[in-house]
């Protein structure tokens, strides 16, 4: 299976790829199939598959008392990227992998699992804190930012495992990429401080970004050229997220952390309905993946269709 930086290296034209997500616990995977065969007519580079810790949900017992109960609601990661694999070979897959959750050696085990499966491109990522949580907390020998978990990949590739007197270790051939965030992530106190770790992130061997989705181009065109005047030179690949839903208005920048201009606000709200929002949330998307392709970006990456 060709990395992405292979197909960006030979592209002819700016790449397409989505990412999708495992279905709800309980579903099946036909639905991801169904978009896939859509897809693929387009010819998209890859697909990305995000991955989702545990979290805490409360039952209602016949008590009336509340149960703490822990779940993961959309498990399978791994195992959807390489159906994926199996059945679309020309469509490469990055599973996403994340720190939350993970010990070092839970980490090292998945990672076989990978290698094993010759799943080679992945996104190290470090998660969110859990909803119950004030701020992100590692698993105990588990690690705290994304770039240790870079760090434990590359080491893989060069067949130094947690246990170093193993010998003659097999060497991964992993490629890995990073989020980065054009609006700064949530919780730096600014882009040069967010942009200082990037940096370290591809020092420690990184060799493609994916960023956090944005609806103005400028911020993306900034933040590109804030990296590459501090030596950050792998492609940099820009996420986008049409509108679709009114209330996505209000939700996005909340979470996400990103503006939406006012000029999209104005369009959104004075929608009829969400038929009418998803028209002007794709007509948007259009206009900017337009510029983005004139910018010269290597692939225009599409966040999460729900299943
Ligand atoms: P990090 O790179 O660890 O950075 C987190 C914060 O710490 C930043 O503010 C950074 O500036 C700072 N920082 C980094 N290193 C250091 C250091 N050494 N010392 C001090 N500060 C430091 N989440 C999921 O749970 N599952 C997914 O599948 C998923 N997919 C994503 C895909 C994309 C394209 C993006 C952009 C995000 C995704 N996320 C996903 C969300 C992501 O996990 C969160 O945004 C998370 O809060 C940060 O992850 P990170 O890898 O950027 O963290």
């Keep these: 299976m060709k990395t992405i930086l292979e197909k960006i290296k030979n592209r002819k034209k700016t ?24 897809l693929n007519d387009f010819n998209p580079a890859f697909c990305s598959i995000t991955y989702h810790r545990e979290e805490i949900v409360y039952k209602k017992l016949d008590n009336d008392f509340l149960q703490e109960k822990i779940v993961r609601k959309r498990p399978g990661t791994v195992a959807i990227a390489a159906a994926i694999q199996n059945k679309f070979p020309n469509l490469s897959v990055i599973p996403h992998i994340i720190c939350g959750g993970f010990s070092d050696e839970e980490t090292e085990n998945a990672l076989i699992d990978l290698h094993f499966l010759e799943i080679n491109n992945l996104l190290a990522l470090r998660g969110d804190s859990m909803k119950c949580e004030n701020s992100f907390n590692p698993e105990k020998n588990g690690h705290k930012y994304s770039i240790e978990l870079v760090k434990q990949i590359i080491n893989l590739n060069k067949g130094k495992y947690l246990d170093n007197e193993l010998e003659n270790s097999e060497k991964t051939n992993f490629s890995v990429g990073v989020a980065a965030y054009p609006e700064k992530h949530s919780e730096a106190p600014n882009l040069d401080f967010d942009l200082k770790f990037l940096r370290k992130k591809i020092d420690a061997g990184a060799s493609f970004i994916i960023t956090q989705m944005f609806y103005d181009n400028k911020k993306f065109f900034y933040f590109v050229k804030k990296c590459r005047d501090i030596g950050i030179k792998v492609p940099i690949i820009p996420g986008l997220k049409p509108i679709s839903t009114k209330k996505q208005i209000s939700i996005i920048p909340h979470i996400f952390n990103i503006d939406i201009p006012e000029k999209l606000v104005n369009q959104v709200l004075k929608c009829k309905n969400n038929k009418e929002v998803r028209k002007i949330g794709i007509n948007w998307a259009i206009e900017q993946s337009k510029e983005l392709i004139d910018f010269g970006v290597p692939d225009l990456h599409f966040c999460k269709k729900n299943f």
Excluded at 15 to 38: A, C, D, Q, W
């Design 15 to 38: 790449l397409f790829s989505f990412e999708i997500l495992p279905p709800l616990r309980g579903r099946n995977i036909n639905s991801i199939y169904k978009i896939i065969n859509t």
